[in-house]
């Protein structure tokens, strides 16, 4: 029986003061269906690059299992999805078959196959890529993040599919998407690691009760670490004395104490070596308290640098069609969006939403026919998709974008960001980190209009939860795009435009 055996595993990259995994054991069994699951940051995507074996480590990880990691990399989009697929499975022409019978059960037909890879919606390449990849029936499955570009109706299509296979680890942040999919879940919090028989409402169970639990200690803790300070403190001063004491007879001085000098050194000395000890036993009693409170996540509320707009309306559209290499895509939509509305694009993935929003920015090429028309006075915030390929230093990005760096790295640290996580470069950053640098920035700079492109996108679940009732309190005006079904449903004030195909 295949297993993967981790024993005592340790990394951390070049230059970081922490370690990602610190002595870390864990055996996995090759029929799991594995749920990797941690806020951005901890190691999720590391982990499974420790399996592939792309970085030294210390410890040992073995195994007689081989591994797949999608998304696998793409040389060249141009060619055509057969040979994409052929590509990166390893497969022959004689053996396509394999995979158009993969591809079908995941509601792909075959003429895609003769299309150019670049021409897929970034639903059908994911769901193509896993269909390449599940045609390998003997090697374990390392799925990172595959819905992020999937509509609702994708994230079905591929949860199913998911659940008839066995023997994967998929990380995702899409509880509702997740929990249909795995039978064990491996969680990487702050201070653990832990593994649990069952899927994530196990997990969030578990988690539950011991958050719940450790915010009691919590408050516990810290007034134990405040009385265990304040007795440092005194021992300190108390050790200090009897230091003077000590020195005073040394140097013939005069203690005010009546009492024998022999006996006083004897005792100062006594005095000095017990307040030692007792600082000592102190000092390691509030650090172990302090370890005990390093798994609990503080959840601080996000800000928005949100001016209420001077006028009622917003943004107009005007019979507005947008195209893409002279192509119209959709039919014509109208609508007048006023202040303290958050409008909702809905339409399935490829189809256009992204197009839309860039033109209504002002891209004129995209535009077909109609016309959209901000208000004078509105000032846009707009987090774009494009956050992928964020590089340089934090410093650089934050005045390219004429954000004050103090105020985006407070908005990060309340993001969850921890201040040890940053490298020098921001390429260097896991893509929920670099999700959020653009997020902080959108949440930092003046604005009172937002237009939001898929703004939950590789955030973790407290983050998402964070946003969303940042939203409900500040009630800005917005515009948005977004595949998140519960946070859409919470914040949309107006029914979902919906994008249709132009015929
Ligand atoms: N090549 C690298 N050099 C230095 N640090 C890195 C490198 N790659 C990742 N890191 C850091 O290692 C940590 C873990 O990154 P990783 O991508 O494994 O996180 P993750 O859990 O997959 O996050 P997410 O949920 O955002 O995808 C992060 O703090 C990240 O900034």
Redesign the pocket.
């Known amino acids: 029986m295949g297993t993967i055996q981790i024993k005592n595993l340790s990394f951390r990259?070049d230059g970081?003061v922490n370690h990602?995994f610190d002595q870390f054991s864990l055996s996995i069994d090759e029929s799991w269906k594995l749920g990797l699951i941690?806020r951005?940051?901890?190691?999720?995507?590391?982990?499974l690059n420790l399996l592939l074996g792309k970085y030294p480590y210390h410890g040992e990880i073995q195994s007689n299992l081989r591994f797949n990691y999608f998304p696998q990399p793409i040389t060249d989009f141009t060619k055509n999805v057969v040979d994409v697929l052929m590509d990166v499975s390893g497969l022959n022409e004689s053996e396509v078959w394999k995979i158009q019978l993969e591809m079908d059960q995941l509601g792909l037909t075959d003429d895609l196959l003769s299309r150019p890879f670049s021409t897929l919606s970034p639903g059908e390449q994911t769901k193509a890529l896993l269909a390449a990849m599940f045609t390998d029936k003997e090697t374990f499955q390392l799925i990172d993040?595959p819905t992020n570009h999937l509509d609702i109706a994708g994230r079905q299509v591929v949860a199913s599919y998911l659940k008839s296979k066995r023997g994967f680890i998929v990380?995702s942040?899409d509880r509702y998407f997740i929990d249909q999919v795995i039978d064990h879940v491996l969680s990487?919090d702050r201070a653990k690691i832990q593994l649990f028989d069952g899927n994530y409402d196990t997990w969030q169970r578990e988690f539950d009760r011991e958050n719940l639990s450790e915010k009691n200690e919590k408050a516990h803790l810290q007034t134990e670490i405040k009385r265990l300070s304040a007795t440092a403190s005194q021992v300190k001063q108390w050790a200090g004395n009897a230091e003077n004491k000590k020195s005073k007879k040394a140097y013939g001085g005069q203690s005010n104490v009546n009492l024998d000098k022999g006996f006083l050194g004897h005792k100062a000395a006594k005095v000095m070596k017990r307040s030692k000890s007792t600082l000592k036993r102190t000092e390691s009693a509030i650090d172990e308290k302090k370890s005990l409170l390093r798994n609990i996540d503080d959840v601080v509320p996000l800000t928005l640098n949100y001016k209420q707009p001077h006028q009622d309306h917003i943004l107009l559209l005007n019979d507005f069609q947008v195209q893409r290499n002279h192509n119209i895509l959709n039919e014509p939509i109208t609508f007048d969006l006023t202040k303290d509305q958050r409008l909702v694009f809905e339409g399935p993935n490829g189809f256009g939403k992204t197009t839309m929003i860039k033109a209504i920015l002002g891209e004129k090429r995209l535009i077909a026919r109609g016309s959209s028309s901000f208000s004078k006075t509105v000032k846009v915030s707009y987090l774009t998709q494009e956050f992928e390929t964020l590089s340089g230093s934090i410093e650089a990005y934050a005045k390219h974008h004429d954000v004050e760096l103090p105020v985006s790295l407070n908005m990060l640290k309340k993001l969850g960001f921890e201040r040890s996580?940053f490298?020098e470069d921001l390429s260097?950053?896991?893509?929920?980190?670099k999700r959020k640098v653009s997020l902080a920035r959108s949440l930092c700079e003046p604005a009172n209009f937002y237009i939001w492109d898929e703004p939950l996108n590789?955030l973790?679940v407290i983050t998402r939860r964070q946003i969303q009732k940042l939203i409900l309190k500040v009630k800005p005006t917005m515009l948005l795009i977004d595949h998140d079904r519960d946070f859409v449903d919470a914040i949309a004030t107006e029914p979902p435009i919906e994008l249709k195909k132009y015929r």
């Not at 951005?40 to 982990?47: L, P, S, Y």
């Not at 260097?428 to 980190?433: A, F, I, T, V």
Request: aromatic share 12%; hydrophobic share 30%.
């Open positions: 990259y970081m990602i941690g951005n940051g901890r190691g999720k995507t590391t982990f993040e990380v942040h990487i996580a490298t260097e950053l896991s893509m929920g980190q590789y973790d």
